[in-house]
């Protein structure tokens, strides 16, 4: 099993910068992918993005690529969300997952381990 909490979500203006992080511990020597989705009430779970935690090979979601990028840090046990130019439509929970192998993943129930979330407010 994997223990994830996420971090560092707040209320930004359009157009401002955020950074989301999500401290990973638990069983990772055999690889992970992590992700990052998000949900606004009324909405799907949303992925954004993901990264396998020994390969470092990246994918985000079209609504974001180019200004949202996701990294890790084996050292850190901490999986990155950089958030650029932000919208009011990113406003959300935004969740970091984990799923078994070092594989990515885009769906939500491809991932066991949940965090419990962090708020995301882009005002104008």
């Known amino acids: 099993q994997v223990q994830l909490v996420e971090s560092g979500g707040r209320q930004v203006h359009v157009g401002e910068s955020l950074t989301l992080s999500c401290s990973v511990s638990?069983?990772?020597?055999?690889?992970?992918?992590v992700g990052w989705f998000r949900q606004s009430p009324g909405k799907y779970r949303e992925f954004v993005a993901a990264?396998?935690?020994?390969?470092?090979?990246?994918a985000h979601a079209n609504s974001v690529a180019g200004r949202f990028a996701i990294s890790r840090d084996r050292a850190k046990n901490t999986v990155l969300l950089q958030m650029n130019s932000l919208k009011i439509e990113d406003t959300a929970v935004y969740f970091c997952?984990?799923?078994?192998?070092?594989?990515?993943?885009?769906?939500?129930?491809?991932?066991?381990?949940w965090g419990r979330g962090t708020q995301v407010t882009v005002s104008s």
């Open positions: 997952a984990a799923r078994r192998g070092d594989v990515l993943g885009s769906n939500y129930r491809q991932y066991e381990d």
């Open positions: 990264i396998t935690w020994i390969s470092g090979a990246p």
């Open positions: 638990g069983h990772t020597s055999s690889g992970l992918g």
